[in-house]
């Protein structure tokens, strides 16, 4: 199993990760009008993102919230869940249960909407209203 075209999807599939935590910590670096509001957002963004979005799938699901054929679909908005289902899916070989474990379309997606959204607020606190 060992083969250089699947350490090769998970080094771009992390490259591409890497990168949407690095517009994350650029948007909060840009917001950030002190050090300590920019520690302060930088934590509550990371539990956000490392607890929040999976607690309030699973929650959601248990509640009836998120219909159990939308999984894929919602797993997309995480940033970590859709890293997570696209090694799954691309490089791992999907779960032994045979139930997917995110649409890598959507994935793919929703990391690329993650960096740009992360981007765009980045560029619009940092640049003037007069250059925009």
Do not use: C, K
Not at 73 to 86: I, Y
Not at 87 to 102: F, I, K, M, N, Q
Request: without cysteine; negative net charge; charged residues 10%.
């Amino acid at each position: 199993m060992d083969s250089p075209l699947l350490y090769l999807r998970f080094v771009v599939l992390t490259a591409a990760f890497a990168l949407v935590l690095m517009g994350a910590a650029l948007a909060i670096s840009t917001t950030a009008g002190t050090t300590r509001a920019g520690i302060v957002v930088a934590v509550a963004l990371g539990v956000a993102l490392v607890v929040g979005f999976d607690a309030g799938i699973v929650a959601g699901l248990a509640g009836g919230v998120v219909p159990e054929g939308a999984l894929e679909l919602v797993l997309a908005l995480s940033p970590n869940s859709a890293f997570r289902g696209l090694v799954l899916e691309t490089v791992v070989g999907g779960v032994e249960s045979g139930a997917p474990a995110a649409s890598p379309v959507a994935s793919v997606l929703g990391l690329l909407l993650w960096l740009v959204g992360t981007l765009a607020v980045a560029v619009v606190t940092v640049w003037p209203e007069s250059r925009r």
